[in-house]
């Protein structure tokens, strides 16, 4: 489940933050073998993994992915593309429990 900010509601003076937007998405692989890379380099417990697109969703960094019980805060995303115009493949997330 990949959770984004739900926005402020309110007047500008008393902000009110809304709860995050669940989106529900498609993780197809984990570990270093998700392409990063420099894999190598990625600290022991931070998660490297590979999301299918989800029409309407763009992951950001900042935006937190829940998978197996665990919270992870998106430090980075690339996108995926067959040739720079064309429609993004998959994503490649890297995030920090």
Do not use: C, W
Not at 15 to 21: S, W
Not at 64 to 83: C, E, F, H, T, W
Request: proline share 9%; net charge negative; charged share 20%.
């Amino acid at each position: 489940m990949l959770l984004k900010d739900g926005g402020y509601s309110g007047p500008e003076y008393d902000r009110v933050l809304l709860p995050p937007v669940e989106h529900a998405v498609q993780i197809v692989i984990t570990g270093a073998a998700a392409g990063l890379e420099a894999a190598s380099l990625v600290p022991a417990g931070d998660l490297v993994a590979v999301m299918l697109p989800v029409p309407g969703v763009t992951p950001t960094p900042g935006d937190r992915l829940r998978m197996d019980g665990r919270v992870y805060v998106l430090q980075s995303i690339k996108a995926v593309r067959a040739n720079p115009d064309g429609a993004v493949l998959h994503f490649v997330l890297h995030g920090r429990a």
